[in-house]
């Protein structure tokens, strides 16, 4: 699956200022918001929103970046939306690009696909985004392809993770094809990488199990559990609107342990999700590029621009689309 675009994300929820010290490497993007400081280490994150910045100041790259790899993966979810046709980016384009918004105040970038850990030189990919930026490098898994000489050579490059588990037990094998000891392997494997968190596909297959997917969560160690109401594709018709209630009701009284988040695909309304940051227009606060290189407002979207040879030059086009 595509790297999500959360409403909430752990490692990015902004703070207040009092009492939080930050890296000497510590990121500063500038908003009508005000000044956001980011620490990619600890993930911290500070607002000063008493400080006034003029608008010819406001960082011009989104606030986040997510980027599909590549759409190889060996899985063949019937709910996934990634397009199946062969297609991957070139290494160092993605380097130029992760440079460029870096210098435009972008905070972090995320990788996905397909699966990422196909990608051929991926780890060399995030280790070289980290030392040329100042940017949080994160990706989401299905975990399959982990292994502690991977896991081992993205130790101090990568920042964040998410974990795809769609249900669990017998239900994560069916829909996934997968043992569903293999999951819980690379949970374990995940953790002694970075702090991770759980995604899960929610739909008539495994709504009934969020208490289950909440409590595997917090088992695992995950410090959050991102919600991905299932979207419509050329095989199914989505999440039904009896399902997305059961969600809401269930996210609106949950208890767990793990950060709950939910992706932006319109059930957000319905629950009381945090802004990240207040006022924040969506195309500032994320974008997506797909496998073929084409800038998107987000990963569901159908359409987008294709990015030449600066990523900062589509996404002043796509803003002025919108």
């Keep these: 699956m595509h790297e999500a675009d959360e409403l909430a994300r752990s490692r990015s929820g902004v703070t207040g200022s009092g009492g939080i010290i930050l890296s000497v490497r510590c990121k500063i993007r500038m908003s009508a918001a005000g000044v956001h400081l980011f620490d990619r280490v600890s993930g911290t994150n500070v607002l000063l929103d008493e400080v006034p910045v003029p608008a010819e100041q406001f960082s011009a790259a989104p606030r986040y970046l997510?980027?599909?790899?590549?759409?190889?993966?060996?899985?063949?979810?019937?709910?996934?939306?990634?397009?199946?046709?062969?297609?991957?980016?070139?290494?160092?384009?993605?380097?130029?690009?992760?440079?460029?918004?870096?210098?435009?105040?972008?905070?972090?970038?995320?990788?996905?696909?397909?699966?990422?850990?196909?990608?051929?030189?991926?780890?060399?990919?995030?280790?070289?985004i980290t030392q040329s930026t100042s940017m949080a490098v994160t990706f989401t898994t299905h975990g399959h392809r982990l292994t502690p000489r991977l896991v081992e050579s993205l130790r101090g490059v990568v920042h964040f993770v998410r974990l795809s588990v769609d249900g669990v037990g017998s239900t994560y094998e069916r829909l996934r094809g997968r043992p569903f000891e293999a999951v819980v392997r690379a949970a374990a494997l995940l953790g002694s990488l970075a702090p991770f968190g759980i995604n899960a596909v929610i739909n008539g297959d495994t709504v009934g199990e969020?208490?289950?997917?909440?409590?595997?969560?917090?088992?695992?160690?995950?410090?959050?559990?991102?919600?991905?109401?299932?979207?419509?594709?050329?095989?199914?018709?989505?999440?039904?609107?009896?399902?997305?209630?059961?969600?809401?009701?269930?996210?609106?009284?949950?208890?767990?342990?793990?950060?709950?988040?939910?992706?932006?695909?319109?059930?957000?309304?319905?629950?009381?999700?945090?802004?990240?940051?207040?006022?924040?227009?969506?195309?500032?606060?994320?974008?997506?590029?797909?496998?073929?290189?084409?800038?998107?407002p987000h990963a569901y979207a159908p359409k987008g621009l294709s990015v030449g040879g600066s990523i900062m030059e589509a996404v002043h086009a796509l803003r002025g689309a919108r």
């Design 210 to 296: 969020l208490d289950d997917l909440a409590e595997f969560a917090d088992k695992a160690g995950a410090s959050e559990l991102l919600l991905l109401p299932e979207q419509p594709t050329a095989a199914i018709p989505g999440i039904s609107d009896a399902d997305a209630q059961r969600l809401v009701e269930w996210a609106a009284a949950a208890r767990i342990g793990a950060r709950l988040a939910i992706s932006r695909t319109g059930l957000e309304a319905a629950l009381s999700t945090a802004e990240a940051v207040p006022g924040e227009h969506p195309l500032d606060a994320h974008m997506h590029v797909d496998a073929m290189g084409f800038l998107r």
């Design 66 to 128: 997510s980027v599909a790899l590549t759409n190889a993966c060996e899985l063949r979810c019937n709910y996934c939306y990634a397009p199946k046709h062969v297609a991957a980016l070139d290494k160092e384009r993605v380097l130029k690009w992760a440079i460029e918004l870096d210098a435009a105040g972008c905070l972090g970038v995320g990788f996905g696909g397909g699966e990422p850990t196909a990608y051929r030189r991926f780890a060399q990919l995030c280790s070289d």
